[in-house]
């Protein structure tokens, strides 16, 4: 039991001590947070009006990061199935980021639902004895089960493992493995079920459509490796750990395939909207060309099929993404251009026009931007702190004195 | 959106409480505007500072006595008449009126139902505004339940419709009118999304909502196919002199802020026959 809170004092100091770049970084990362916060207490004071939500448009900014955040979650399974399925040894190396990156995403996406949240207070409706959860009726109520599972099993595969580390034990296989497998396929699930508590209702035609969960795993695994290339090059650059070039390799691939088959889905779905041409085809005829004149969101969508094209163009030739810079470029595009075309792309439309015809058009409010920067920042902030002590753990400059 | 007066009653009482408004209805503003306006990060330092000491001394909006509350369902008739009796008491503070809550509960063999004859709409609203009058709705921002649409005669496509037509005089030449609100469907989408069960069907029919159990997620909005679903973006207002004191807890009482409101067929008059 010492030894374990000796565990989280070396971690915290390990985490919140370093270079005066990382001192300015989380410096910046925690005046965000604050920001954001404090934004965050206003809302809770005059209620969600600080918001350009209304009647209409009921779900925004928040709502769309939270969606985006899910893939995110999600794609870590794609550096956890090569390495304990496929025993790629080199990705063993980097895997336990991948899979903090997925807790860190979690939390993210909790706090956009609670942020988006009227009476966050009440969350003790959800509970167990105190509430009364809808489950299995509602896909909220699955979703929150699944995403707090995730949660549960992305913070005990790699505390487990580097507690072990860090004690300068040989981890029992029992005691990670099981979480391991079942963490593959619930990764799956998280976004499976996320896609499911937009399409299953008959009075949003946008979203009512059987390859919405096929679609966002795909674009997840597009998204996802593209944020880790971005991640593994900071860490490249910044540390003294050296990514190997395999691991590159590897997340290039996963993007190269999976960003063409994401358009390939879009295509089908176009299709599916624009052949057809019944009355169900105005959201997307709002999100691509305007209606009636209101075409708020359609320099975004282009902007972004435009952004993910370029990033195929760029992971497809081997001259350029060989190129350091270019390769941030690409992933950079590829995450933007995914963000959009899910997060905004998705959520806004579907509630443009209401079932009763009204034509409501909504951006994030500053307000909203703030609490929405703030709750990035404060990912952004956690995930550096459990990368740099799982790097030390790993390396093996954090380890317990006996 | 429109409005920006947050002023009520009870916290006009209150100094602290003054000031808090003050602060938020400055931050507000701030908050609204586009963001590339210059003056917003400075006007919200300023109104940082006081917002933040101001809501560590102004307090929760919710007491420990709500905040364990029960669900409806899981209510003694002690439970209630406790619970009721605090909704009285906090209307008369806010408001300065007497008002009953009451509970009456469906009734055996009967089903409710509604009709309306598209041909006789006129597209007068009155109706609108009787629901909101008779059911406590915010008046600022103004929440009401029915959405008339004027359409073309001929044609259904509501897109081409409008719920924002104005004039002298209805109907309009060559129009007709479709006044839509909660359908109290048989299968309501509603009510299977609500991951808390805060929104049911009774037996009667009447799809209710319990607005002290809602957790404001707004779901159930994005899960009506008629639109029928409002959510409380801030503090309901209505003016003193318009609160109607015959309340339902599950119907008209005045909602409070973060919680979703529907039509629920006036069943605090329609379970008493009238």
């Known amino acids: 039991m010492r030894t374990y809170f000796q565990y989280w004092r070396d971690m915290l100091r390990c985490a919140f001590t370093g270079s005066n770049v990382y001192y300015a970084w989380i410096a910046l990362l925690v005046l965000l947070t604050a920001s954001g916060l404090a934004v965050y207490v206003i809302q809770l004071r005059v209620g969600l009006a600080v918001t350009n939500l209304t009647q209409q448009v009921s779900w925004g900014a928040y709502i769309a990061n939270f969606t985006f955040l899910v893939g995110v979650a999600a794609a870590a399974v794609l550096l956890v199935v090569p390495t304990y399925v496929y025993h790629r040894e080199d990705i063993r190396e980097v895997v336990l980021i991948a899979e903090l990156m997925a807790a860190t995403?979690?939390?993210?996406?909790?706090?956009?639902?609670?942020?988006?949240?009227g009476r966050p207070e009440r969350f003790i409706h959800f509970l167990p004895f105190l509430g009364r959860l809808n489950f299995p009726l509602s896909m909220l109520a699955w979703d929150v089960i699944v995403l707090t599972g995730y949660l549960l099993l992305n913070l005990h595969v790699p505390g487990y493992l580097l507690y072990q580390l860090y004690r300068g034990r040989q981890p029992a296989k029992a005691a990670y493995l099981p979480f391991v497998f079942l963490s593959i396929f619930w990764a799956i699930s998280i976004h499976t079920v996320t896609a499911f508590l937009y399409g299953g209702f008959g009075g949003r035609p946008f979203w009512n459509t059987a390859i919405m969960a096929p679609r966002f795993l795909v674009s997840a695994f597009a998204s996802g490796p593209a944020i880790l290339i971005l991640v593994f090059v900071a860490i490249d650059r910044f540390t003294d750990i050296e990514i190997r070039e395999?691991?590159?390799?590897?997340?290039?691939?996963?993007?190269?395939?999976?960003?063409?088959?994401?358009?390939?889905?879009?295509?089908?779905?176009?299709?599916?909207?624009?052949?057809?041409?019944?009355?169900?085809?105005?959201?997307?005829?709002?999100?691509?060309?305007?209606?009636?004149?209101?075409?708020?969101?359609?320099?975004?969508?282009?902007?972004?099929?435009?952004?993910?094209?370029?990033?195929?163009?760029?992971?497809?030739?081997?001259?350029?993404?060989?190129?350091?810079?270019?390769?941030?470029?690409?992933?950079?595009l590829c995450v933007l251009g995914v963000w959009i075309e899910k997060g905004m792309g998705l959520i806004i439309p579907g509630f443009i026009p209401t079932p009763t015809g009204d034509l409501v058009e909504y951006t994030p409010s500053a307000g909203e931007f703030l609490i929405c920067l703030g709750i990035w920042a404060f990912g952004a902030l956690i995930f550096?702190?459990?990368?740099?002590?799982?790097?030390?753990?790993?390396?093996?400059?954090?380890?317990?004195?006996? | 959106m429109p409005g920006k007066s947050i002023s009520d009653e009870s916290t006009q009482k209150r100094p602290q409480a003054r000031a808090l408004r003050r602060v938020e209805a400055e931050v507000e503003t701030a908050l609204k505007t586009p963001i590339d306006r210059r003056g917003f990060l400075k006007r919200l330092g300023a109104a940082g500072a006081t917002a933040t000491a101001a809501v560590a001394t102004g307090g929760c909006t919710t007491s420990w006595d709500t905040f364990f509350q029960k669900h409806y369902k899981e209510m003694t008739d002690e439970d209630k008449e406790r619970v009721f009796a605090r909704i009285e008491k906090e209307a008369e503070k806010r408001f300065g009126r007497r008002v009953t809550v009451s509970d009456p509960g469906p009734l055996d063999g009967v089903s409710f139902a509604f009709c309306i004859s598209l041909s006789l709409c006129n597209g007068n609203r009155k109706c609108v505004h009787a629901c909101v009058e008779e059911n406590n709705q915010s008046r600022n921002p103004a929440i009401q339940y029915i959405k008339v649409v004027e359409l073309d005669r001929g044609t259904l496509n509501l897109e081409k419709g409008t719920a924002y037509y104005e004039g002298d005089s209805v109907p309009a030449a060559d129009k007709v009118y479709l006044p839509m609100q909660c359908n109290q469907c048989d299968n309501p989408p509603c009510v299977k999304a609500c991951p808390v069960e805060a929104t049911w069907k009774e037996k009667d029919g009447i799809v209710v909502i319990d607005y002290d159990w809602c957790i404001g997620c707004r779901y159930c909005m994005a899960a009506c196919p008629y639109e029928a679903r409002r959510f409380n973006y801030r503090e309901p207002q209505v003016p003193r002199a318009d609160i109607n004191p015959n309340q339902g807890y599950l119907s008209n009482r005045v909602r409070p802020k973060g919680v979703v409101e529907k039509c629920h067929f006036c069943l605090h008059r329609t379970r008493n026959g009238h």
């Open chain 1, 246 to 332: 395999s691991i590159f390799k590897f997340l290039r691939r996963v993007i190269s395939i999976a960003l063409p088959l994401n358009f390939f889905l879009l295509g089908c779905e176009l299709f599916k909207e624009f052949y057809t041409d019944s009355v169900h085809t105005a959201s997307a005829e709002y999100l691509f060309f305007g209606l009636f004149g209101h075409g708020l969101l359609v320099p975004y969508i282009w902007s972004a099929l435009a952004m993910s094209g370029a990033a195929i163009v760029i992971f497809s030739t081997e001259r350029l993404y060989r190129d350091r810079r270019w390769l941030i470029a690409g992933s950079a």
């Open chain 1, 105 to 117: 995403a979690i939390v993210m996406c909790l706090l956009f639902v609670t942020v988006d949240l």
């Open chain 1, 384 to 402: 550096t702190a459990m990368a740099k002590v799982a790097l030390a753990i790993q390396h093996g400059r954090l380890r317990a004195q006996t």
